[in-house]
């Protein structure tokens, strides 16, 4: 078994044993991988900085711009 980090951005969440040869793209492509993401309009701006500052979200927060 190898060791794997499991985190985003700077803060590392978790590490865990994985095994020797896993592929993290393999995985993905069956389905094995689950990844929280959530859309918040531009406008919420600062009240997604205030959600992912105490640095205890899971996932991705991605701020979406309006369409041209």
């Not at 859309?39 to 991605?62: D, Y």
């Amino acid at each position: 078994m190898g060791i794997g980090v499991i985190g985003s951005g700077l803060r590392v969440r978790e590490v865990r044993a994985v095994p020797d040869g896993w592929e993290p793209g393999a995985a993905a492509a069956k389905g094995e991988l689950l990844v929280q993401v959530e859309t918040l309009p531009l406008e919420q701006a600062a009240q997604a900085h205030r959600r992912i500052e105490p640095g205890t979200t899971t996932g991705k927060l991605v701020l979406q711009t309006p369409a041209r």
